[in-house]
């Protein structure tokens, strides 16, 4: 296993982080116990969940898993989304996060979470409540690190402004949708962590299993897969097969050919040699689906293979950021 910094923290991270979006919805509790341990026997250290994740049950799952060995995991949780009915059961006000914290805290079975993520924006919030919040949860010694999910650029650098003019603990990571098929963070949120040294990391890194090689070009979605198993397969389906996809699918084949490897492990390893990227989260619902994604680690994709990749996802990244680029090459 590689293991690489949490920004500019001196936590060390396993390079792949375990997800559990899936514990305890799609995959029972014995099977979601069964590949945390091989993760952390593999060298994984780095969990991560939601409280919205099955509704609590994920915290459960993770919390029962990995009791005996607190110490040893760098343990990542969120706070934002709606958790009941009531008026004040979502969002990022003190008195969601400060309730919310206990929560998580309870079902995960620990005095401490490693890295707290703010899941989304709020625009019902002032942003300097909610860092004081963290700030002081940071102080009292419930939370360790926090960090920035579904932000955009300007909302990041706008949190790493309050902190640095208010003297609060800085954000450390952030975690956005990234993959050879969904790039967009290439405008605004990857050039904006990396100005801030934050720590990247990329959830739905295969875009929901497409780059996985399940799925073919002019046949509907197995049956047994993500988008064959949804009632309405057909309308997200349309979202889905396009030619720019499909044309990424193959060159994630081919240069898998080439290797010996699978396609998941091809989409994978570009995502581990993207500048800026920390590591990306994996999620699995069986043994052998972790043991996929976990070759691909421990070895690297060459500059050409990275190039053919590069340009079959290439995509358009519209103005003023194509302007500023052709500025700078005429400088």
């Avoid at 760098?74 to 706070?79: G, I, M, N, P």
């Avoid at 780059?211 to 349309?238: C, V």
């Avoid at 720019?244 to 084949?253: D, K, L, P, T």
């Avoid at 500048?275 to 990306?280: F, L, Y």
Wanted: charged share 25%.
């Amino acid at each position: 296993m590689e293991y690489r910094f949490l920004g500019r923290t001196g936590v060390k991270l396993s390079a792949l982080c375990l997800g559990s979006l899936t514990f305890g919805r799609e995959v029972d509790e014995t099977t979601s116990q069964r590949i945390i341990g091989r993760y952390l026997e593999a060298g994984g250290n780095f969990l991560d969940t939601a409280n919205i994740y099955s509704r609590g049950r994920s915290e459960d799952i993770v919390g029962r898993a990995i009791q005996g060995q607190r110490e040893e995991i760098v343990l990542a949780t969120k706070v934002r989304s709606p958790m009941d009915d009531g008026p004040n059961e979502q969002g990022l006000s003190r008195k969601h996060i400060m309730h919310q914290v206990e929560e998580s805290l309870r079902r995960l079975q620990t005095d401490y979470i490693d890295l707290y993520y703010l899941h989304c924006w709020d625009e019902a919030t002032d942003l300097e409540e909610t860092l004081r919040t963290l700030d002081d949860l940071i102080h009292a010694g419930k939370v360790r690190y926090w960090g920035i999910s579904n932000f955009t650029g300007w909302q990041i650098a706008l949190a790493v402004a309050i902190a640095e003019r208010e003297g609060l603990a800085p954000p450390v990571a952030v975690q956005p949708q990234y993959s050879l098929i969904v790039r967009d963070i290439e405008r605004e949120v990857l050039p904006a962590a990396m100005a801030f040294s934050l720590a990247v990391m990329p959830w739905s890194p295969l875009a929901r299993g497409f780059l996985s090689g399940k799925y073919q070009r002019g046949e509907p979605p197995p049956a047994n897969t993500r988008f064959g198993r949804a009632a309405n397969w057909q309308d997200i389906w349309k979202r889905w097969d396009r030619e720019r996809h499909w044309r990424i699918v193959e060159a994630v084949g081919e240069v898998a050919r080439a290797r010996g490897r699978t396609h998941t492990q091809v989409a994978l390893n570009w995502l581990l040699r993207r500048p800026g990227v920390t590591g990306p989260i994996i999620g699995a619902t069986s043994l052998e689906q972790l043991e996929e994604n976990l070759g691909s680690v421990g070895w690297e994709l060459t500059a050409e293979e990275m190039v053919q990749l590069e340009e079959a996802s290439s995509f358009g990244l519209g103005y003023p950021y194509e302007f500023i680029r052709i500025a700078h090459q005429n400088r």
